[in-house]
């Protein structure tokens, strides 16, 4: 391959490389650089081979900085062949986000839409590095509560994570229907789902979640008073009304 001088390099190569090579300001300015660091490392010995991988180089760095962080996301959905659901948007804060994703097809015109038969489904994607990976982890569920995963836990306790019933008793009934007592630590990303601390008598292993919509602000005294009573979580209306037979006699 044949070595260019630096008058050549300024005045033939690095034209003659970049033309086509780039499209807009912001590109173009990032192959510029790139070819004049590979042309300024190699010294008299580069090439247009240099100049080539050194423009690369700077488009590519050009992509990254110009392109944000929603930009990003898009694509990694994209890749993955879904979109975000519609009606919804892209929620969460710092470099968590939480969609409604759902599969999508093409229709007549070329456009993205959602599969026949898809149901949405919601996800959470983690900035890492530069991009964007999709948080495998899921819920489980555990006594009839849906237990929050380590990530969510560390957003409830996070101090921007607080309102209106952070720090506050409430009452529920869990996935199987029975009620339980606990205190609000936060909410999660979600913002609709709060992350509670089980009160003292409740059977929850753990922080689990909850709609917000969901719990009802209560007392110290009343959770106290329900658990103290004996009557614990799971009890059915048989077995409830026999303990108040008994009681009563």
Do not use: C
């Not at 969510?152 to 607080?162: A, G, L, N, T």
């Not at 959770?223 to 009557?231: E, L, P, R, W």
């Amino acid at each position: 391959m044949d070595n260019l001088s630096q008058r050549e390099l300024l005045s033939e190569g690095i034209g003659s490389i970049l033309k086509g090579a780039s499209k807009g300001i912001g590109k173009g300015i990032g192959a510029v650089g790139g070819a004049l660091k590979a042309a300024s490392d190699a010294g008299i010995q580069a090439g247009y081979g240099d100049l080539y991988k050194g423009a690369r180089a700077g488009i590519d760095k050009a992509d990254s900085l110009l392109t944000g962080k929603r930009e990003k996301l898009l694509k990694t959905l994209d890749d993955q062949g879904v979109m975000i659901a519609p009606g919804t948007d892209i929620r969460g804060k710092k470099k968590l986000a939480v969609i409604d994703i759902i599969q999508y097809d093409y229709n007549n015109e070329g456009k993205q839409e959602p599969m026949k038969g898809a149901k949405p489904e919601l996800a959470k994607y983690k900035y890492k590095d530069g991009s964007w990976e999709k948080v495998a982890k899921s819920r489980e569920i555990r006594d009839g509560y849906s237990m929050l995963t380590k990530e969510e836990v560390k957003e409830v306790q996070e101090p921007d994570q607080k309102g209106p019933l952070s720090g506050k008793v409430v009452k529920h009934l869990t996935v199987k229907g029975k009620p339980a007592y606990g205190t609000v630590i936060g909410y999660t990303y979600e913002e609709d789902q709060v992350g509670i601390q089980p009160f003292k008598g409740a059977r929850a292993p753990g922080i689990y979640g909850k709609k917000a919509d969901q719990v009802e602000e209560s007392s110290a005294e009343e959770a106290t008073n329900f658990y103290s009573a004996g009557i614990k979580e799971g009890t059915s209306q048989a077995n409830l009304l026999r303990q108040l037979t008994l009681l009563s006699k």
